[in-house]
């Protein structure tokens, strides 16, 4: 029995809806899947790549930010298969961010053949569910943010991961600085959570679809 963990949560709620729109990171089609790899990285052709600490995997505006100083994201492709997957170690922080639209969703589909090991589910803070459907290997998530966290407790091997989002306007009023045209932009800490006045240290912001690493006096 594979057991499960997520640390975080957080966002705010969208006041607007619109059509879903569903955007796939299929990492298993490796070069096929349209996902624009971490500057320097590419699909190793067998084995292993090693991604750098801070790695976003990005399709147009959504991205997946993949964090972990001791212990980086992996991009495999086992000898003999046509197959590629992701596998993020433990202490992985997973930031995924949809541009000026919330998350209404996420889907981890797990390698059927590769044994995942997490820790147990714990309390959490936030309006959100979470189920994990064994028979299928998937890991589901559904809320309405603009951002979502997740501290991986453990190991997984990732076929593909779907987000959804609402295309609701999740920028609040703060206004980004030098470098990106002067247009609205959301900032997060480095534990995802939204910051309203970002100052006295490094931040995560968002503008035009695009994540980056800030630092504010």
């Known amino acids: 029995m594979r057991n499960f963990c997520i640390a975080c949560l957080l966002g705010m ?40 600490e801070d790695a976003v995997f990005r399709i147009d505006n959504v991205s997946i930010r993949a964090t972990n100083a001791t212990s980086p994201s992996r991009i495999y492709k086992a000898s003999g298969e046509d197959r590629w997957y992701l596998r993020p170690s433990a202490g992985t922080k997973l930031v995924f961010m949809g541009g000026s639209d919330n998350l209404a969703g996420i889907r981890i589909y797990l390698c059927p053949d590769k044994e995942s090991e997490l820790s147990e589910l714990p309390q959490m803070p936030g309006e959100y569910t979470a189920t994990y459907d064994e028979e299928n ?56 959570r939204p910051v309203q006045n970002p100052s006295g240290g490094t931040f995560i912001r968002i503008s035009s679809g695009l994540a980056e690493k800030v630092y504010i006096p």
Do not use: H, R
């Not at 624009?36 to 590419?42: D, F, L, N, T, V």
């Not at 997740?150 to 609040?172: C, F, H, R, W």
């Open 137 to 192: 290997c998937l890991l589901e998530w559904a809320g309405s943010n603009p951002s979502v966290f997740m501290d991986l407790g453990g190991k997984l091997y990732i076929d593909k991961i779907e987000v959804t989002t609402d295309g609701a306007a999740s920028q609040p009023d703060t206004e980004a600085g030098s470098g990106d045209g002067g247009g609205a932009a959301t900032y997060l800490d480095l534990q995802g």
């Open 13 to 52: 709620s969208c006041a607007v809806a619109s059509a879903d729109v569903v955007t796939t990171f299929d990492f298993s089609a490796g070069p096929e899947s349209g996902i624009e790899m971490p500057a320097g990285k590419s699909w190793p052709a067998s084995g292993s790549v090693v991604m750098d």
